[in-house]
């Protein structure tokens, strides 16, 4: 394997688009390359889809480059239409900033910027202090509508409205690139793939203006091999917070991953060398569930620290003792059909008894006592699809011992 960080992100999957690859290749071989990743801040918490940005952010840094973690600040206030069908719910200042201040402290566990190895920045810093006018004549008169209106990000959008405070978020994300480059010589902003329109219109601002040459990266938009959305499951979002996810929940999110994917996920959520993953990978039947294990461990100790990885490790294998023969298990086959469709989590729990109605099973959810694949069910309106199938079926749990599976054919 090379020593260049470029080949290492591509090796493990992290490219999808590049500017330059040789050029980056150069970059990051003779010189320390300032780069940044935009978060908004959209939430209190990032979740396991944002990981991936993160991780390929971790390597930067260990090849010794710098990171920029940008919190928006200023762009949530406005609202990306990048891969969304409507308009973002608009967040009140108060809101935004409390978010940015999580935000912050949970980039700093993975980046450090206490320790001086990144910088932490928030766009609310230039993008609020913004004259309109002057705004529109020094930045707005580099930007094609033609070109804005081709991007994939505004056809999608222009068929169900696009409005005009959406429309302008491409010229702030551009800013933010041309104010890094002034402020810390950043050379390079990466994102994931559905950000290249907005990336490259960077690239293109402050080449018209500064006359200077600097770099995008994407990564893939990241599915499981069902098709499902990186970082979803019947239960909500994999949040990166405790609070939110427990690091047991959290560990299960991994451990029971589709086996298609198991070597995707040890390429691009841990730091094991690549002889390992594919040692790892090559297991097969039930030595592939020692894989899968791997990948929780090393995922969880990532997020959550090694004590934390350590005793979601321990709790899982009482449970899996606890459970004995799984056969045992009060079992229901489903059409494969109907999962495909999608089956109401509130539906399913009073189909196979775990509760006596919808309604109870609705209570229960709202007290926090349903769970699917061990991760506890947030939102009622959940829906069990085949993405939640792992190799034992799908494990449903009503209360701390009232367990049920469903399996498809």
Not at 38 to 43: E, K, P
Not at 131 to 149: A, D, K, P, Q, W
Not at 347 to 370: C, H, N, P, Y
Request: with cysteine; aromatic share 8%.
């Amino acid at each position: 394997m090379s020593d260049n960080v470029f080949d290492i992100l591509q090796e493990r999957g992290f490219i999808a688009q590049c500017t330059d690859e040789e050029a980056l290749r150069h970059k990051f071989a003779t010189e320390q390359v300032t780069f940044y990743i935009g978060f908004d801040a959209t939430a209190d918490s990032l979740h396991v889809g944002n990981l991936v940005t993160i991780m390929a952010m971790m390597h930067l840094q260990r090849a010794g480059h710098r990171p920029i973690g940008l919190v928006g600040g200023g762009t949530t206030m406005v609202g990306d239409p990048s891969g969304k069908t409507e308009m973002r719910q608009m967040l009140s200042p108060e809101t935004i900033e409390a978010n940015v201040q999580k935000l912050h402290a949970q980039l700093n566990h993975y980046l450090h910027f206490d320790e001086g190895k990144a910088i932490a920045e928030n766009n609310a810093k230039w993008l609020l202090e913004l004259n309109y006018i002057t705004f529109l004549r020094e930045i707005g008169r580099h930007f094609s509508v033609n070109r804005m209106l081709a991007a994939e990000a505004y056809k999608q959008r222009l068929e169900r409205g696009l409005s005009f405070i959406e429309f302008n978020y491409q010229l702030l994300q551009a800013y933010d690139y041309l104010e890094l480059y002034r402020r810390y010589g950043c050379t390079l902003q990466m994102g994931g793939d559905d950000q290249w329109g907005n990336i490259l219109a960077g690239v293109d601002l402050i080449r018209r203006v500064e006359g200077a040459t600097v770099h995008a990266i994407t990564y893939p938009l990241l599915t499981t091999a069902s098709g499902a959305k990186m970082g979803k499951t019947a239960a909500g979002a994999v949040w990166l917070d405790p609070n939110k996810v427990t690091p047991y929940e959290y560990y299960q999110y991994w451990v029971n991953c589709d086996d298609r994917d198991v070597e995707k996920l040890l390429k691009i959520f841990t730091f094991l060398p690549l002889d390992e993953i594919r040692r790892l990978a090559a297991l097969e039947g039930a030595e592939l569930r020692q894989a899968k294990q791997v990948l929780a461990y090393e995922a969880t100790a990532i997020t959550h620290g090694e004590a934390e990885a350590k005793a979601a490790e321990a709790a899982a294998r009482a449970a899996f003792a606890s459970g004995g023969d799984l056969s045992a298990m009060p079992t229901t086959v489903l059409p494969r059909a109907r999962l495909e469709a999608g089956v109401g989590v509130l539906e399913i729990f009073a189909e196979v008894g775990l509760t006596k109605s919808r309604s109870e099973a609705r209570r229960m959810v709202q007290q926090g006592g349903l769970y699917v694949n061990d991760a506890r069910v947030n939102d009622v309106e959940a829906v069990l699809t085949l993405s939640d199938l792992t190799p034992d079926g799908i494990l449903l749990r009503a209360g701390k011992k009232r367990y049920h599976r469903l399996v498809a054919e």
